[in-house]
């Protein structure tokens, strides 16, 4: 066949089944209900509110090529984000993602949102020009594109909670 001839042809992509979760695929809401729950009370022992999502889902992608290359692939992935909020307003952010449900780390994630929402007093401040500290993304732990990371069928928007 062409697939056959050409060169690296099946080279597109990791070994069928790589980045394959069944507990990310059968898109269960209680492993999500579970992060969220210790995100909440993570938050809580700052005196914190937290509010974010957590998706996980399946994405199956087709190749075909007019040379005959035909290839199928199914992948997994999950992905949360957390904002921690103090009674001030002051916000801190944190998200991560992961090719497989287990992978994912609810209980470091709210500890990096936590950790960014700082303890100096809130000032007004006058017009002019002021540093700014921004923070790197968070590591990668998906092998995957960030417009595939993004992508998802299912989804749990997390209703604000905390003791504020």
Not at 51 to 69: D, E, N, P, Q
Request: aromatic share 4%; glycine share 10%.
């Amino acid at each position: 066949s062409a697939a056959a001839r050409a060169p690296n042809a099946h080279a597109i992509a990791p070994p069928p089944g790589a980045l394959h979760d069944d507990a990310a695929a059968r898109l269960d809401p209680g492993p999500a209900g579970e992060a969220l729950r210790s995100t909440f009370a993570i938050a809580a022992g700052h005196e914190l509110e937290a509010f974010g999502i957590w998706t996980a889902g399946i994405v199956r992608t087709a190749i075909a090529s007019s040379t005959g290359l035909r290839r199928d692939e199914a992948a997994t992935d999950a992905f949360m984000k957390v904002v921690c909020r103090d009674r001030a307003g002051r916000s801190g952010f944190a998200s991560a993602t992961a090719a497989t449900a287990a992978a994912m780390d609810a209980e470091l994630i709210a500890r990096r949102a936590a950790g960014k929402v700082g303890g100096a007093a809130v000032a007004d401040l006058e017009p002019g020009e002021y540093p700014v500290v921004l923070t790197g993304p968070p590591p990668r732990t998906s092998s995957w594109p960030a417009e595939r990371r993004r992508t998802s069928t299912s989804s749990s928007p997390a209703c604000r909670a905390g003791s504020t």
